[in-house]
């Protein structure tokens, strides 16, 4: 059965076979193993991480999704307390940026290796 792109990054799949796990803990609030992967796929073999510095390039996508978090966080905060101060707004952007910095980490790593790796159904 085959496993959309979007279903392979939200549950951090493998982006060559979409099987195999790409991160070692389950959980994207283990903050001590949240950053751990294999060094290859365990059902295809297929190597993460290409060349050193490999992963310095997720910062692109890491930004663009602390942006499009923030700007849903400011639209939620101003739907639910229109006539909030500055500080509400920078508050409020900030607590969820670092609440959902490990989300973030991790979508940002699968789209990078996405960017990246095509799709084998084969495999």
Do not use: Q
Request: glycine letters at 6%; proline letters at 4%; hydrophobic letters at 45%.
């Amino acid at each position: 059965m085959k496993v959309s792109l979007l279903t392979s990054i939200l549950k951090g799949k493998c982006p060559v076979c979409r099987k195999g796990d790409a991160f070692l803990a389950k959980s994207i609030y283990d903050i001590k193993n949240m950053g751990k992967m294999p060094t290859n796929c365990s059902h295809c073999g297929h190597k993460f991480e290409r060349e050193p510095g490999y992963w310095t390039g997720a910062m692109y996508s890491s930004y663009a999704l602390t942006v499009a978090f923030s700007v849903a966080i400011f639209v939620l905060t101003f739907v639910i307390y229109p006539a909030a101060s500055s500080w509400i707004y920078i508050v409020a952007i900030s607590v969820g940026i670092v609440i959902l910095a490990p989300l973030t980490f991790r979508l940002s790593r699968m789209i990078w290796m996405n960017f990246f790796s095509k799709y084998d159904a084969s495999k």
